[in-house]
């Protein structure tokens, strides 16, 4: 490079609420009634939290407070790159049949990520030269930008809070001390590899575990489901150390992030050159990041697993003519209207439903069309 070294770049304004305060003004001013104080004994063990000895002079309850995040990037129309990334937080302590109506609001909008702008690549320009960079310095900064803005949201005072509890008065006019704990976080798979530093769809591309591409063929096994509870990932002092290392290599040593040296530590195991924010607030916390991200239903089996048998159907049909074709359409219009729009959802089929139509969404399933209007 003309210019190497790390070089800053100022962007707009990070959009966020402190989570901290956003906790406390719900903690107040619940909207739900079912706020759990203590969990659920049959599927919790209080004595490895709420029974440990409290801070020093403090004789008040100990509670447990869950935090649920969501995130998931949306384009805000089809006819433009215009984008918006919310994050969205739950309590855990709320009733999950209160958190599945949508009037309950008790769904919290906690920021809006952004990514690196356009103007970003004129910036570089000016260091790189005529050779220019290539994608793998990209998809590094705009990994690095994303963890720059999760550093922010787990500010000094959330972290403090994790360690040493808050004391609030509740709706019930009680003070109680909440010790805050990283529950979940949903997304989907491009976002969890983003957000755990993960190489998308890399020799090994599971979020959860070391098993590798080639062994994948072996799922639903006894053999993968014991690889998958030995392999697991874990945000240990060997993975750490790699990373640092990594990183020596590119801000100190000025290798490319693609450098053979990079790649011999990094690659192995699909990672890449980022200190994951998650990884560093919240290990001191016994908090294995990598755990911390269940099964996502709706993006990885409705919309993925689904979706692709339901196309594989339609190949089929299409391939033993039309008779039966006509005949798939037939039988889902008998379909019940509700069970009919699920199927029309997931399979990314979204049909103007008609007034004068009875219990049926569309005669032509089979065309997979969506309606723009």
């Given at each position: 490079?003309?210019?190497?070294?790390a070089q800053d770049f100022t962007t707009a304004d990070f959009q966020y609420c402190p989570i901290l305060s956003v906790v406390q003004e719900l903690l107040s001013n619940p909207n739900s009634l079912q706020f759990h104080f203590v969990p659920y004994n049959l599927k919790w063990k209080p004595e490895e939290i709420q029974e440990l000895p409290g801070e020093p002079g403090c004789e008040l309850e100990c509670c447990i407070l869950a935090l649920m995040f969501w995130s998931d990037a949306t384009q805000l129309t089809a006819f433009s790159t215009i984008?918006?990334?919310?994050?969205?937080?739950?309590l855990g302590n709320e009733s999950k049949y209160q958190q599945s109506r949508p009037h309950s609001y008790l769904c919290h909008n906690i920021a809006y990520f952004k990514v690196l702008p356009d103007s970003f690549k004129d910036f570089t320009t000016g260091f790189a030269g005529q050779k220019g960079t290539n994608s793998n310095f990209f998809s590094h900064c705009n990994c690095e930008f994303t963890h720059a803005q999760w550093d922010i949201l787990l500010d000094n005072d959330i972290i403090e809070a994790c360690k040493h509890g808050i004391?609030?008065?509740c709706f019930d006019r009680i003070q109680h001390r909440f010790y805050i704990q990283f529950f979940t976080y949903s997304a989907n798979y491009p976002e969890k590899i983003l957000l755990l530093c993960l190489r998308n769809l890399g020799q090994c591309p599971c979020p959860r575990c070391l098993i590798l591409m080639s062994q994948i063929s072996n799922i639903g096994t006894p053999q993968d489901r014991k690889l998958q509870e030995t392999q697991a990932?874990?945000?240990?002092?060997?993975?750490?150390?790699k990373i640092l290392s990594a990183r020596k290599l590119i801000y100190k040593d000025n290798y490319a992030?693609?450098?053979?040296?990079?790649e011999?530590?990094?690659?192995?195991?699909?990672l890449v050159p980022t200190t994951s924010a998650l990884s560093a607030k919240l290990s001191p916390f016994n908090i294995n990041i990598f755990s911390l991200f269940p099964v996502n239903i709706l993006h990885e089996t409705e919309l993925g697993v689904w979706k692709v048998i339901y196309m594989h159907i339609m190949h089929i049909l299409h391939c033993q003519g039309q008779a039966l074709i006509n005949e798939f359409d037939r039988f889902f219009c008998l379909i019940p209207e509700s069970f009919s729009l699920i199927i029309i959802l997931v399979s990314g089929m979204f049909h103007h439903l008609d007034e004068t139509q009875s219990g049926n969404s569309s005669t032509n399933s089979s065309e997979m069309k969506r309606t723009a209007a």
């Open positions: 490079m003309q210019v190497p070294g984008k918006v990334w919310p994050l969205y937080m739950f004391i609030v008065e990932r874990v945000n240990n002092t060997t993975y750490l150390a992030v693609n450098n053979t040296a990079v011999r530590l990094l690659k192995p195991h699909s």
